[in-house]
């Protein structure tokens, strides 16, 4: 889903606060959600959304990714995650590998809490050592 602001350009925070809202979370209740800037400016978000039969649910990062492939664009400039935690909660590894596909190394993730905590990381400090398109290039 791709985020809008009447007026302008709606901050990565706003939006991922405003998509967690939107989590189907009967089982945990725990919402996280995530918005991605692209470099054409464009914000996507997602929010998890669980499903009885685990692990089938989805992570709010892989919402975000797929509905910016989903509208053409496969490249994050940066990402903004918010969950109601008292730290600020990483990725799970799949979506860090999912991140990793695409973004650069550099690429900035705040990683946030509602309570206005936030956590600033790179792509390669969520992910050290990624598997890599080069590790296959023998393949």
Known sequence: MKARSPGGSMSLADAARAVRENAYTPYSNFKVGAALRTPS???YVGCNVENVAYPEGTCAEAGAIAAMVAA???EIAEAYVIADSAHPVPPCGGCRQKL??????????????????????????????AFANSHMDRA
């Not at 596909?101 to 992910?127: I, S, Y």
């Open 41 to 43: 400016g464009a914000v």
């Open 72 to 74: 053409g664009e496969t």
């Open 100 to 129: 990793f596909e695409f973004a650069k190394g550099h690429t900035p993730v705040t990683l946030a809490t509602l309570d206005g905590a936030e956590e600033k990381v790179t792509v390669a400090d969520l992910l050290p050592g």
